[in-house]
């Protein structure tokens, strides 16, 4: 009877402490929801019992529709775990073995007798990454492509993640099984696991709980990121699921449904380098290791891992390249092992002061540029990506406490300077600055070829966000658009033909000729565009 009461009373002490974590989840959520901070669903887990699962954000945008639990969203290369789970299995079927060579599959690829299945799968075999999917279209383009290439190293002696390798994976499958790459996941992993709102083919995707992929995105104003013509990028991140099926997935991982325990202690045993062992990511939390994979690409953020001695499963999704994901996941951590943490106070600031800390800042190594989209400061260092920062003050903005901008004002009350501290602890002051930045053009297309500089183009003073070339002679082939020769902001032609992304496909010339070319930024979130021969 003792016995009993004791497990009722420690029974009942959990119940309480999940329903506070849950509490405290809550409130961090929704803060970065009210700052328009984060856009997707959230699932966590302690000892197999949900503790937390809510969505938040948009899943369409221009008709506010709202993410549910049940909104499909792109994994990424959270795919790459599915393809090594199949690879695993035919291993314990005898049907290969991850000591394998690849020149058992493709005897041809160079030094193939020197690379194993195992070191691609742990990103060791020294196979370049390669991104274009023009290079990955089908089998026989990528083996001749890849195998064009040196490898970056030696097999087994370095590290280096190979997105390349996986995409081989995926073919290795199919020779071994007979079916095609997305047929095998689902009659190996997804069928068995019932694992219904996950699979391949996410473009076509024609379900009403699709979530929609977005490089901006905010209450009045989005911009959907790049969507891929194919599959791509294949075995590496074709896939797309749901928070709860990926819990599916992590509850047969654990209970050794998908794969027997020593294959699955070989695949989460770190390889070469401490963080990665066969397909999985490894990492710790305050000592406790973890395992998964993440993933991240046009549109979408992917976080899913396990924690192993705590039997603890978090799951992050995203539909926003703005969300702050990567700076929510480290307080997660602390609700959930009961660490101090802080929930970022949004400050309010004066819509007037945020025009005054928008404009370009420089120093002698480098640009930052700060604009002010429907509320939201939108900062991006040259050759890198943009960022989404979280008002503080007047004057200070941050990506969390270890990113914060510092702006400090001139003697015209216009702001002066901006001091940053970055994650790695470096700072950087920059003061504002009137260089002239403008958009060119890149490409095949004109004289200068991709390698060379961009072809600048005109402006109007009276449409300062108006750049334009008239009767520009261009050739036979493609282009883009490109910010002062920084490949970190290019535009190029989303897949439907019409609209233009970030780092988007090629603009197409049919045929040499003299054009008339537009590029309206009065809307920075969707731009605008015009290639057309001129009129003669």
């Known amino acids: 009877m003792r016995s009993i009461l004791i497990c009722i009373i420690l029974l009942a002490a959990s119940n309480t402490l999940s329903s506070q ?29 949900i503790i937390f699962e ?34 695993l299995q035919l291993e314990e079927q005898g049907k290969l073995s991850v000591n394998d060579k690849l020149s058992k599959y493709y005897p041809d690829f160079p030094k193939g007798d020197s690379i194993t299945l195992a070191n691609i799968l742990s990103h060791t075999s020294g196979i370049p990454s390669d991104e274009n999917s023009d290079n990955t279209v089908d089998e026989k383009t990528l083996i001749k492509y890849i195998s064009s290439k040196p490898l970056d190293f030696s097999p087994g002696t370095n590290w280096n993640y190979s997105n390349s390798g996986f995409y081989i994976l995926g073919h290795i499958i199919k020779k ?33 709980n699709k979530a ?53 202690d070989k695949a989460i045993t770190p390889y070469l380098k401490d963080h990665y062992g066969l397909g999985f990511q490894i990492s710790t939390v305050f000592d406790k290791k973890r395992v998964g994979h993440d993933g991240g690409g046009p549109g979408y953020r992917s976080r899913y891992y396990r924690v192993l001695d705590d039997d603890i499963c978090v799951i992050v999704m995203s539909n926003s390249e703005l969300s702050h ?59 890198h990506s943009m960022c989404s920062l979280i008002p503080v003050s007047n004057t200070v903005y941050q990506l969390d406490e270890k990113f914060t901008c510092t702006f400090k004002p001139g003697l015209t009350r216009e702001t002066d300077s901006v001091t ?10 920059a003061t504002r600055s009137d260089k002239n930045f ?16 961009d072809i600048s183009l005109q402006t109007d003073l009276k449409n300062p966000n108006i750049y ?51 590029l309206d930024m009065t809307n920075q979130v969707k731009p605008q565009y015009s290639i057309k021969k001129s009129v003669q």
């Open 325 to 383: 994901t990567d700076f929510i996941i480290p307080t997660i951590e602390k609700i959930l092992y009961e660490k101090p943490y802080s929930i970022p106070a949004i400050g309010k600031t004066d819509p007037k002061n945020l025009t005054k800390v928008a404009g370009t800042y420089s120093n002698e190594n480098t640009d930052f540029f700060i604009s002010i989209i429907d509320g939201k400061i939108i900062f991006r260092e040259k050759s």
């Open 212 to 264: 929609l992929g977005y490089e901006f995105l905010s209450d009045h104003f989005s911009n959907e990121g790049l969507r891929f013509k194919t599959d791509h990028p294949f075995a590496a991140g074709a896939m797309y699921s749901t928070v709860e099926d990926l819990f599916k997935f992590n509850e047969a991982l654990k209970n050794y449904k998908v794969l027997k325990k020593e294959t699955m």
């Open 420 to 429: 940053i501290h970055f994650r790695d602890g470096s700072v950087k002051t």
């Open 21 to 49: 974590k849950s509490r405290q989840l809550e409130k961090l959520f929704a803060a970065y929801d009210k700052a328009g901070q984060f856009s997707g669903s959230v699932l966590i887990a302690e000892k197999g019992k």
């Open 176 to 208: 071994v099984t007979g079916l095609d790459y997305d047929k095998a996941i689902e009659s190996y992993i997804l069928q068995p696991l019932q694992m219904t709102h996950t699979g391949f083919h996410f473009d076509s995707l024609t379900n009403e």
């Open 54 to 87: 809510k969505s938040y954000g948009y899943r369409n945008a221009p008709k506010k529709e709202k993410n549910t639990n049940n909104s499909l969203y792109r994994i990424y290369s959270t795919t790459k775990i599915f393809t090594t789970a199949v690879i």
């Open 438 to 453: 403008v958009w060119g053009i890149i490409g095949d297309a004109t004289p200068n070829g991709w390698d060379g500089k």
């Open 468 to 518: 334009f070339l008239k009767n520009y002679r261009l050739n036979k082939g493609k282009l883009k658009f490109r910010f002062d020769n920084d490949w970190g902001y290019n535009l190029g032609l989303n897949n439907d033909g019409k609209s233009i992304a970030i780092n988007a496909y090629d603009f197409l010339i049919e045929e040499t000729g003299v054009y008339d070319i537009i």
